[in-house]
């Protein structure tokens, strides 16, 4: 069985997208609390634990029905092919998210910025690079995001923050049109009199 299992691997051609590595360059997880209570009493906010937060006064929106405000939400990527290597690529992703300071939400800000290393198989032309790079790069960045945030905010009075679901063919898209917007219109001109 092994032995099948070998040879019909070897038949199947590599023809997909890897991701050599991944480095998190930037994540900050700012949280807003209701420190009126601590205001009034004169305490100070300390943030180490439970008991002293309880201590301070501060109170977590926690526990209750509440009008959700969604944050707003904002993305940006940048793609540059390695030298001397035409299939693989360093895709640069950042996702922030904001909440006005009335939402009643636990977290103000989040913002994570990832650089992944992708490489395609060396017999991929153009038009099938094209198809992977770079929407399917900043999928599988913005899939590792959600996991590090989800996984960061656990701990959060609020329970883990998951990022939305978003199709990163919309964000590619924006990203070309805005890209394409601030190019100046080239014009031709006649010298013809």
């Known amino acids: 069985m092994y032995q099948n299992f070998q040879k019909k691997r070897r038949i199947v051609k590599y023809s997909q997208m890897q991701l050599n590595g991944c480095v998190v360059t930037q994540l900050k997880i700012r949280c807003q609390i209701d420190q009126s209570n601590a205001a009034e009493s004169g305490e100070e906010y300390v943030s180490n634990n439970v008991s002293e937060r ?37 895709v640069l992703f950042e996702t922030s998210l ?20 992708f490489s395609l198989p060396d017999h991929f032309k153009d ?11 900043i999928t599988n960045l913005y899939s590792t995001a ?29 990203k070309y049109e805005a890209i394409q917007a601030s190019r100046p219109l080239i014009t031709e001109t006649s010298s013809k009199k």
């Open 54 to 90: 309880e201590e301070a006064g501060a109170k977590y929106v926690q526990n209750e029905v509440i009008d959700l405000i969604e944050p707003e939400i904002s993305f940006d990527f940048s793609v540059v092919e390695h030298e001397g290597s035409t299939n693989r690529f360093l």
């Open 146 to 174: 959600r996991g590090l945030i989800a996984q960061s905010t656990g701990m959060f009075p609020g329970g883990s923050f998951y990022l939305p679901l978003i199709d990163m063919h919309d964000v590619v898209r924006e």
């Open 98 to 117: 904001t909440w006005p300071q009335k939402s009643r939400s636990n977290l103000a800000e989040i913002v994570i910025e990832l650089l992944g290393d």
């Open 127 to 137: 038009e099938e690079i094209n198809k992977y790079v770079p929407t399917l790069c």
